[in-house]
Nanobody, 128 residues
């Protein structure tokens, strides 16, 4: 069972920055391609994909965060990051990291149904 633990959430004023981290327990099978992503869910809204990164580093961003958020990973530390800059009140949500397995090293998606393992989430609140 893969476990994911998010950290780094908090409260910040609009225009500020936060960096989220997600510690991932290692897959026991090294012969797999792993993609990882960040999602968020605001109260009463559908969980949406924010950013995702493939095994080979290919990246996708949701339209609402392009140019403001940066996803990265440290494979040696099994840790996923999300640097969030120029935060807006509409970025307020619970943020989740997730991971899944792919057949190709370049494959990545923001579709939440493609992810198998999820963390418990970390809250981000942006005030105006």
């Amino acid at each position: 069972q893969v476990q994911l633990v998010e950290s780094g959430g908090g409260s910040v004023q609009a225009g500020g920055s936060l960096r989220l981290s997600c510690a991932v327990s290692a897959y026991t099978d090294s012969n797999v391609y792993v993609y990882m992503g960040w999602f968020r869910q605001a109260p009463g809204k559908v969980r949406e994909g924010v950013a995702a990164i493939a095994s080979d580093g290919t990246i996708k961003y949701g339209d609402s965060v392009k140019g403001r958020f940066t996803i990265s990973k440290d494979s040696a530390k099994n840790t996923l990051y999300l640097q969030m800059n120029s935060l807006k009140p509409e970025d307020t949500a619970m943020y989740y990291c997730a991971t899944g397995l792919a057949a190709f090293r370049f494959w990545v998606t923001l579709a939440r149904n493609a992810y198998k393992y999820w963390g418990q989430g970390t809250q981000v609140t942006v005030s105006s």
